[in-house]
């Protein structure tokens, strides 16, 4: 046996350290949730009956930055000094439990009140598009669940049981803008036309004032919601269905009307533009309708499937190109990386309780995690990096609080590889304006 394993073999483990922090990168997110002002703000807008909900929700949403993905882990947020590092009391997983447990459908609108008016704050503080291009992307997913406890939990068109959750995101930063929670049997497009209505509010409301445009794929395409953004003046791009009237659009274009553009090794790509017309009298429509067609070039895979395969969207934008149409709008593959960032960096990979509402709850916090950790990013310029990434540089860093000369400080690990994006981000939050009200 080794000298080391010898030493490893006496080494001795006791908790009873009350000075150590297990996750002092807190500290980090606990100053911009002061500065944004999110306890007071939940305080006054999530109306539940029992008291001080905005320390139960920060607390939640501090365990879900710390890596929480059930209940009962935010426990971790009870140990040692940690409670020093955070601006509220932390509360135990039982009185989250119930709390959650407690919410109805209008306390989910509470928070999602909440949720609209820390974006404004966050916004005004820098994180916002102001008069620039805001690009939302559109999308559902299925959030996957065991049991048959799990109220409205349901198979859906993935044939999984879970839930199904509608959530816009913003295409250059990934913060959510949005979400909505919904049962697993819900169709894709299910209450989406209200979605966009309360969407648009609430970006409209944070300080967006420049052109807005939504991009969507085929589930979400109706009539009925490109009326409606048209009415709220925003764009859209979204993925058409091929059914024979497309197809029949797509056939007679001309062979070539096609254009090459860049594509993966193995591949071909061609792009082209029709319009599209359906409808008759005073419902008549013609739109634009940009289609791309793709095939394998390997000589074997060619001859497996030789066909071209087409993909068609309708776009409202008529002033850049057809190739500039399609460059844009295959970017809307953006948002799963939202999606995954949200579900296994956020909380959101594990739906706990066995009430809807308390799930819709959970969402919420969810999202308000994740945002929490997008405006961090933007407003201390730090490098944009997964959840996952930022907790282990950032949050979940060790330390023992020791006083100096009469100053609580920090003492964080020697030599930590990341201490300088560290340093820089709490400085960069410290220097925010104290909330107004």
């Known amino acids: 046996m080794s000298l080391s394993s010898r030493k490893l073999g006496r080494l001795l483990a006791t908790f009873d350290h009350d000075g150590i922090v297990a996750n002092a990168g807190l500290v980090v997110s606990a100053t911009l949730m002061v500065r944004l002002g999110l306890e007071s703000l939940t305080d006054s807008w999530v109306k539940t009956g029992a008291a001080r909900p905005g320390r139960k929700v920060l607390t939640l949403v501090a365990a879900m930055l710390a890596g929480a993905t059930h209940i009962d882990h935010v426990d971790m947020l009870r140990a040692g000094a940690t409670q020093r590092v955070l601006p509220f009391k932390v509360m135990a997983p039982s009185t989250i439990g119930s709390f959650l447990r407690s919410s109805t459908f209008g306390h989910i609108r509470h928070l999602d009140a909440v949720l609209s008016r820390a974006m404004a704050r966050a916004w005004a503080a820098g994180t916002g598009p102001g008069g620039k291009a805001l690009v939302i992307d559109l999308d559902s997913t299925i959030c996957e669940v065991h049991g048959n406890q799990k109220q409205a939990a349901a198979y859906g068109y993935t044939k999984r049981l879970g839930y199904h959750p509608l959530m816009a995101t ?26 966009v209505d309360e969407l648009a509010a609430n970006v409209r409301r944070a300080g967006a004032t420049g052109p807005i445009t939504v991009r969507a794929d085929s589930g979400f395409w109706s009539w009925k919601l490109c009326d409606r953004l048209n009415a709220h003046g925003i764009g859209w791009s979204i993925t058409v269905r091929l059914h024979k009237n497309i197809k029949a659009a797509i056939a007679a274009i001309d062979d070539t009307a096609w254009q090459d553009i860049d594509y993966t090794i193995g591949g071909q790509a061609q792009v082209t533009e029709t319009t599209y017309t359906t409808g008759k009298g005073n419902k008549k429509r013609t739109i634009r309708l940009v289609v791309r067609r793709t095939r394998l070039t390997e000589p074997a895979q060619r001859r497996l499937w030789p066909d071209w395969r087409h993909h068609a969207f309708i776009c409202s934008n008529t002033k850049i190109s057809m190739t500039e149409a399609d460059r844009f709008h295959r970017e809307h593959a953006v948002v799963e990386l939202a999606i995954r960032d949200l579900k296994q960096g956020a909380g959101l990979d594990h739906i706990p309780s066995g009430h809807y509402h308390a799930n819709a709850a959970w969402l919420a916090c969810a999202v308000l995690a994740h945002n929490l950790g997008t405006w961090t990013t933007t407003l201390a310029e730090t490098p944009t990096v997964t959840h996952r990434t930022r907790r282990t540089r950032f949050i979940s860093v060790p330390a023992v609080i020791v006083n100096r000369s009469g100053r609580p400080t920090l003492r964080l690990p020697a030599r930590w590889p990341w201490a300088t994006e560290f340093r820089a981000a709490l400085s960069a939050l410290r220097t925010l304006p104290a909330p107004s009200g």
């Open 170 to 195: 913003r295409a250059s930063t990934g913060e959510v803008l949005f979400a909505r929670m919904r049962k697993g049997s819900a169709n894709t497009a299910r209450g989406v036309v209200r979605f």
